[in-house]
C-alpha cells in the first residue's frame, strides 16, 4: 500500500508523542515517587482543553458558528457517553499506574491489550485466533514478563503498578471498540467536533470523579485544582494529554492498523531510551533484550492479523462472485452441436416449463461450466453439460 506523504508526517509525529506522553508522566514527578497533585486535576484539565481548542479550529476551519454548535451538541456528547466513560476511567489509571511503574515498564505492559483483545473477541465474540496469533501473544506474554522480572534488579516493580496496568489497558480496550463502533455509525460528523463531543462526556464524569475523590483536596485548596502543579505539570497537560487525544482521533481516521501499530513498536523502543537518556536509567542488555522481544512480537502478530484480513476480503470476493453465477433454472433443449474455434459449443432454445421457445442463443460449453450453468434436456431429463 502506497502511504501519502500527510500519512506518514501523521506516523512521525504519533509515534514521538506517543513516546514523549509516557516519559512525561515519568517527567511530571520532579524525581519523587508520587505526583505532587491529584491525577483528576490533570485529566480533567486536559479533557476541558480538548473541548476548547477543537471548538475554535473548528470555527476556522468549517462552518463558522455551525460548526461550533456540532462541536457542543448534546446529542453527540450522549451518543459518545458509554465510550467516554471507559475512557475517563483509562485517563485517570494511566496517571495512577505511574505512581507505582516507571514509563518504559508501563510503556511494555500496555502492549498486553493485544492478549485481552483475543480473550475478549473469543468470549464476547466468538471468534478465534489463528495458532500462529497465540503463539505470538504467548511469546507477546513472555517477554512482558521477563522485561518486569529484569527491569525489578534495577528499580522498585509494584504488583499493584502491575495490576492497574493491566486493569487501565483492559478499560481502554472496551473504549476503544465502542468508540469504534459510534465512529463507523457517525460518518458525517466534522473529525474536530467528534473530538470535543467525546470530551465533553469525559470531562463530566471525570468531574464527578474529581470532587467525589478528592473533595478534602479542594476544600483544603479553596478548591484551586491547580495546586501542587509545576512547569513539568503544564508540559504533561499540552504536548502529552492534549495533544495524544487530537492525534489519536487523526490517527483512526487517517491511518490503517499497521501503521498504527508500527507506530507504537517503535514508540515502545523510544520510550525505553528516553529513560536511559534523559532520566537517568541504566542500560541493561537483558532489559533491552526483553523490549524488543515484546517489540518484534507485536509487529509479528499485526502483520499476520493483516494477512488474515486481506484472505478474508477475497474469499467474501469470490463468494459474492459466485452468488452472481447461481445455475440457470431454465429448461433447455439442445438443438445441434458445432465447433467453433476449436471448442465445441451446444446452439440452444430456451423454453419456460411448458412454454414455447422464448430466444435462442450459442454457449460456449467450457464457458458455461465456469459459470456453473446447467443446460437439461427437456425431453430426456438429463443434464449435457
Known amino acids: 500500500m502506497q502511504y501519502s506523504l500527510f500519512q506518514w508526517g501523521v506516523f512521525a509525529i504519533m509515534t514521538v508523542q506517543r513516546a514523549t506522553h509516557n516519559s512525561l508522566l515519568e517527567y511530571a514527578k520532579e524525581g519523587k515517587k508520587d505526583f505532587p497533585f491529584p491525577a483528576a486535576t490533570v485529566a480533567w ?26 462541536c457542543v451538541s448534546p446529542k453527540g456528547a450522549i451518543y459518545y457517553g458509554w465510550a467516554a466513560l471507559w475512557f475517563s476511567i483509562g485517563d485517570v489509571f494511566e496517571i495512577e499506574v505511574n505512581r507505582f511503574v516507571d514509563s518504559a515498564t508501563y510503556t511494555v505492559l500496555s502492549q498486553s491489550k493485544l492478549l485481552i483483545t483475543a480473550f475478549l473477541m473469543l468470549f464476547l465474540m466468538r471468534k478465534n485466533q489463528t495458532p500462529l496469533q497465540w503463539m505470538l501473544l504467548f511469546v507477546l506474554t513472555l517477554g512482558m ?26 478499560v481502554s480496550c472496551v473504549g ?14 466534522p473529525f474536530l467536533a467528534t473530538v470535543a463531543q467525546i470530551k465533553i462526556a469525559q470531562a463530566f464524569m471525570t468531574f464527578f470523579y474529581f470532587v467525589v475523590k ?37 490517527l483512526l481516521k487517517e ?29 541493561s542488555m537483558t532489559s533491552f533484550i526483553a523490549a524488543l522481544i515484546v517489540s518484534f512480537s507485536v509487529l509479528c502478530y499485526m502483520l499476520d492479523v493483516g494477512e488474515q484480513q486481506k484472505r478474508q476480503k477475497i474469499i467474501e470476493k469470490e463468494r459474492a462472485l459466485l452468488a452472481d453465477t447461481q445455475p ?9 452441436t458445432h465447433t467453433i474455434g476449436g471448442d465445441v459449443a451446444s446452439v440452444y432454445v430456451r423454453l419456460e416449463e411448458g412454454g414455447e421457445p422464448e430466444s435462442e442463443g450459442v454457449v460456449s460449453n467450457e464457458k458455461a461450466g465456469k459459470q456453473s450453468v446447467r443446460r437439461h434436456d427437456s425431453t430426456h431429463g438429463h443434464s449435457l453439460s
Open 214 to 250: 478528592d473533595w478534602d483536596f479542594l476544600t483544603a485548596n479553596n478548591f484551586n485544582i491547580l495546586t501542587g502543579w509545576t512547569p513539568r505539570t503544564y508540559i504533561l497537560v499540552f504536548v502529552g494529554f492534549v495533544l495524544k487525544s487530537i492525534l489519536s482521533q487523526l
Open 176 to 189: 476503544a471498540v465502542l468508540l469504534e463502533k459510534g465512529l463507523k455509525n457517525d460518518q458525517g460528523t
Open 45 to 70: 484539565t486536559s479533557q476541558v482543553l480538548c473541548i476548547i481548542i477543537p471548538t475554535i479550529l473548528a470555527y476556522f476551519v468549517h462552518d463558522g458558528m455551525k460548526a461550533v454548535k456540532a
Open 145 to 170: 514478563g521477563e522485561y518486569v522480572l529484569c527491569n525489578g534488579s534495577t528499580c522498585e516493580i509494584s504488583p499493584t503498578g502491575i495490576t492497574l496496568a493491566v486493569v487501565k489497558v483492559l
Open 328 to 336: 440457470i433454472v431454465h429448461t433447455h433443449t439442445t438443438i445441434a
Open 255 to 283: 491511518m490503517d492498523s499497521l501503521l498504527k501499530n508500527i507506530s507504537e513498536v517503535a514508540a515502545m523502543v523510544l520510550v525505553y531510551f528516553n529513560k536511559i537518556l534523559f532520566m537517568g536509567g541504566v542500560f
